[in-house]
């Protein structure tokens, strides 16, 4: 089976830090996704990638940047952390080239800043 | 983008079937139309998906309307484990006929399972 890995489980940093949240596919996907999770509002899309060094904005991907410089790792970065970044963070991954249509996913961050 | 709507919960009787709506009428040809589930403490994982007929897997069948505005979930015999909140989420694919898998999420049908 796919393994969507999640570096952290739970993290809590504070107002102004920069913060790595890094998610590690094993199945050589072409796609991988960055959601966030809050209450009331479901999962939205931050930033995916369909390549390495490709990324695509998703919904809501203001206050965050991504990096994809190997196939397996997608990273992403809050610049500056601020408290409305408080939510759970989820990875996915997905093949690409007509293979696959299932999202994987990671099991999730939930991330606090203070 | 198409959206979906879906109840906010719905609720079963263990080993009793259970059938979870969905309506898409924005829907357009090319769109596929997904289900994923999300039990406590995890991330989504993926149930089904189809295009215009019907589709079976070991998890679920997904029944797909005629016009294709809406769909259902049918789990055949709900148990314990299938407490989790359901997405019915709508693959839009771009004008080449390829996506890359961009799935948008609502907000999901929370299905209590009771003993």
């Known amino acids: 089976d796919v393994k969507v890995t999640q570096s952290s489980r739970y993290l809590v940093k504070r107002t102004g830090e920069k913060v790595f949240l890094e998610c590690v596919q094993d199945?050589?996907?072409?796609?991988m996704f960055w959601y966030r999770q809050d209450p009331g509002l479901g999962l939205r899309l931050i930033y995916f990638?369909?390549?390495?060094?490709?990324?695509e904005k998703g919904d809501i991907p203001e206050g965050y940047s991504v990096s994809r410089e190997k196939k397996e790792r997608f990273s992403l970065i809050l610049e500056s952390a601020s408290t409305n970044q408080t939510s759970m963070y989820l990875c996915?991954?997905?093949?690409?080239?007509?293979?696959?249509?299932?999202?994987?996913f990671g099991s999730g961050t939930q991330l606090s800043v203070l | 983008d198409a959206k979906t709507t879906q109840p906010n919960s719905m609720e079963s009787n263990e080993e009793e079937p259970v059938h979870l709506p969905c309506n898409h009428s924005?829907?357009?040809?090319?769109?596929?139309i997904h289900w994923y589930r999300q039990l406590p403490s995890q991330g989504p994982e993926y149930v089904i998906h189809?295009?215009?007929s019907n589709v079976n897997n070991r998890m679920a069948s997904l029944a797909i309307a005629e016009d294709r505005k809406s769909s259902t979930l049918i789990l055949h015999r709900a148990t314990l484990r299938d407490a989790a909140v359901y997405y019915c989420i709508l693959r839009v694919s771009n004008a080449g006929g390829t996506s890359y898998g961009k799935l948008t999420f609502g907000q999901g049908t929370i299905l209590t399972v009771h003993p």
């Open positions: 199945m050589d996907h072409e796609n």
């Open positions: 924005t829907i357009s040809g090319t769109d596929y």
């Open positions: 189809g295009l215009t």
């Open positions: 996915a991954s997905r093949a690409g080239g007509g293979r696959g249509e299932k999202l994987f």
């Open positions: 990638s369909y390549d390495v060094k490709m990324k």
